[in-house]
């Protein structure tokens, strides 16, 4: 009865201090001991994490990649009740977009329950029918002191939309989101691109409006190579992923269903001049880029949002994951690993796993934040 409470303390003593990056260059996965659909920035001296704590948009700020555990937090937003983007905040990104703070996410109103005379219009059940997109705007040039507030709306034709992400490209700014094909249609889940006039503006009208991708491989299906219907087969959680050699542009995405061991990512290449022509992209069809292995325990990866290391050199995922794929979603915590590039400038992702790894080039292993 008394050791209990000791054993408790010891435990999460041990569960913080593996969390770190040690005095010998490395460390072990995970980097937040629980969460999901991790975003990351490095600006100046830090790393940012974006994370929806109980519905507050919060920012966690640390000097370094490898551990958020001990990092200062700050919450950038707290919805008001009563909005259509009160609850079930989801994803929540930091973006500079022309030297400006923005905070792109996903929320719905009270839960998103939708009575049945509107649940009966879908194919499959719809809980998620008023899902949208929502854009912020950050006060200064510094976003741990910004106040951040609700600047719009994206536009998504009033139908589900979740995941949105900013895609820059040279012709301009897109939008690229999870979308159904239509307000009723439920799943599948697919990826939709609108071009955009400035972070809060959607300028592509409904028909202009293109799907990239659809869950069309068995890989991308739920339960895993279903065929006969579409029930939770999803593309989601897009994030732009640029080749800083060669200047590639890809469209890495969360595939199957974020609940089980399958979800893993996905990759489109830009391989045309045109981002709102869905032939310009080209889908890798082979098979999941990033996805579980069962020899050290890492299932259902996926959602994942790119960095880099300290002195630049490296590129390094973020992504989420779970050691017990039985448990669904409150399983999940944050991860890292380094990433490297094949020959023809395509991304080469690691197997996922808890480390040791070598710390990030220019981190210094001395930093200890305990
Ligand atoms: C520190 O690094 C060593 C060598 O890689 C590793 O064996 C050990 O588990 C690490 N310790 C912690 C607390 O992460
Ligand atoms: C959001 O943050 C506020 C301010 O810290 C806090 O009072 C509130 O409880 C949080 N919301 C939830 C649902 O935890
Ligand atoms: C809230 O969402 C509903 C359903 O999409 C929409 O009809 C309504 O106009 C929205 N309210 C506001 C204030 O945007
Ligand atoms: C943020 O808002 C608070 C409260 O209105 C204000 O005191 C503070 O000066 C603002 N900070 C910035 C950086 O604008
Ligand atoms: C969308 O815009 C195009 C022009 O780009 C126009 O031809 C079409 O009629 C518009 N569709 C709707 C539904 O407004
Ligand atoms: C690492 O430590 C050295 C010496 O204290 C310091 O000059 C350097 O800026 C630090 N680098 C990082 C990335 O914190």
């Known amino acids: 009865m008394v050791l209990l409470p000791s054993f408790t303390l010891l435990a999460s003593f041990l569960a913080l201090v593996s969390a770190q990056s ?154 690229v989101y999870s979308c159904w094909f239509s307000a009723y249609e439920s799943w599948p889940a697919n990826l939709c691109i609108t071009k955009m006039s400035d972070p809060w503006t ?51 995405y969360s595939a199957a269903r974020s609940d089980n061991r399958n979800y893993c990512l996905g990759q489109l290449e830009l391989v045309g001049d045109d981002p709102m022509n869905n032939q310009d992209w080209r889908k890798n069809n082979e098979g999941c880029v990033f996805y579980q292995n069962a020899l050290e325990d890492a299932y259902g990866v996926g959602h994942a949002s790119f960095t880099t290391s300290p002195d630049g050199s490296e590129d390094w995922i973020v992504y989420h994951g779970m050691e017990n794929p039985y448990s669904g979603w409150s399983a999940r915590n944050i991860r890292t690993q380094k990433f490297t590039w094949n020959t023809d400038g395509t991304p080469n992702f690691p197997r996922p796993g808890y480390g040791p790894y070598a710390v990030p080039s220019g981190q210094n292993a001395s930093i200890s934040m305990l």
């Open 22 to 175: 040690n005095s010998s260059g490395t460390f072990t996965n995970p980097i937040l001991p629980a969460g999901a659909d991790p975003w990351v920035i490095r600006h100046e001296e830090y790393y940012y994490l974006l994370q929806s704590v109980s519905d507050n948009i919060t920012i966690f700020r640390s000097p370094i990649l490898t551990d958020f555990t001990n990092a200062e937090t700050k919450i950038a937003f707290q919805p008001p009740p009563g909005f259509n983007y009160s609850t079930d905040v989801w994803a929540p990104e930091l973006h500079i977009i022309d030297g400006t703070w923005y905070i792109i996410f996903t929320a719905d109103p009270n839960h998103d329950a939708p009575p049945p005379e509107i649940d009966m219009l879908c194919s499959f059940a719809c809980p998620a029918v008023n899902h949208r997109m929502y854009v912020l705007q950050g006060s200064t040039s510094d976003p741990w002191t910004s106040n951040y507030t609700m600047k719009s709306q994206l536009n998504t034709y009033d139908q589900f939309a979740i995941d949105g992400t900013y895609f820059q490209h040279k012709t301009g700014l897109y939008h």
């Open 202 to 252: 959607v300028s592509s009208n409904v028909t202009e409006r293109q799907i990239l991708s659809v869950p069309s491989n068995p890989w991308e299906r739920t339960p895993y190579g279903r065929m006969q219907n579409d029930r939770l087969s999803s593309n989601e959680a897009p994030q732009q992923l640029d080749n800083p050699k060669t200047g590639q542009q890809f469209i890495i």
